[in-house]
């Protein structure tokens, strides 16, 4: 690949990776909040590299016409740019002109959910807050649901965030938040099949206050628990639409 070719595909995804990283919140569709120091690094790395050899390339094109006869300079001239390098633009180009966008309802629905057992519920979950709703993540209520066999959910108020997917084996629907490591690549989905209350559009998020049915499946990772609607909210997406 040319020298300058080369140069300029660093500096254009370098850019890129800083753009949605330093000078938005784009990244937190791709990746976890924490990774954000390392994107903009590896962002500047890029650019920094790319610039550096912009510059080598400028400084070789300006040489006098009897330093081009030399083997070295011969050697990063002579040969062509694969086709298979302006590939690394396409992402480039789809950050930039069609911004994808989180994965969401599409995948959660065409994936199991997933309540791992935690490696704390041996010992035992920790004590709940004592006011009511309690805000929690739905991969917590999840695990607390299907295996904290004290129940410590029963007769308790919980407000969770996520947001609807069709339930057509149930006759309902979920609610679902897809939770991540640390990339999108690695997503597990978490879902509540919710009673009481209408179905939202599909992929439409939610705000649900309810209570936790004990009745539902327990015990098993892929067990999907059940709420008992109170109340539900429209709510725009959140800015980091995973757990």
Do not use: N
Not at 121 to 132: R, V
Not at 193 to 221: L, M, N, R, Y
């Amino acid at each position: 690949m040319r020298r300058e070719v080369r140069a300029l595909l660093h500096i254009l995804v370098g850019a890129t990776v800083l753009h949605i990283s330093l000078f938005s919140e784009l990244y937190l569709r791709y990746v976890r909040k924490g990774l954000r120091p390392y994107l903009i690094a590896s962002g500047t790395l890029l650019v920094a590299v790319g610039l550096i050899g912009a510059a080598v390339a400028a400084r070789e094109l300006l040489r006098p016409k009897h330093d081009a006869d030399t083997p070295d300079a011969h050697h990063g001239h002579g040969h062509g740019t694969p086709r298979t390098a302006w590939l690394l633009l396409l992402p480039v180009l789809a950050i930039y002109l069609l911004q994808p966008r989180a994965l969401g309802a599409y995948t959660a629905q065409h994936s199991d959910s997933t309540a791992v057992k935690p490696a704390a519920a041996a010992g035992g979950f920790g004590p709940l807050p004592t006011t009511d709703p309690i805000a929690m993540r739905l991969a917590d209520f999840d695990a607390r649901a299907v295996w904290d066999t004290t129940g410590s959910l029963k007769d308790r108020q919980v407000r969770l965030t996520g947001f609807a997917t069709p339930a057509p084996d149930a006759g309902g629907w979920y609610l679902t938040r897809l939770t991540i490591t640390c990339c999108a690549a690695d997503a597990q989905t978490s879902k509540v099949e919710i009673h009481g209350a209408d179905a939202p559009p599909k992929g439409a998020w939610v705000q649900v206050t309810g209570h936790w049915q004990p009745d539902g499946p327990s015990g098993q990772d892929s067990a999907v628990p059940v709420l008992a609607a109170d109340q539900v909210h429209r709510i725009a997406e959140p800015g980091d639409p995973y757990e």
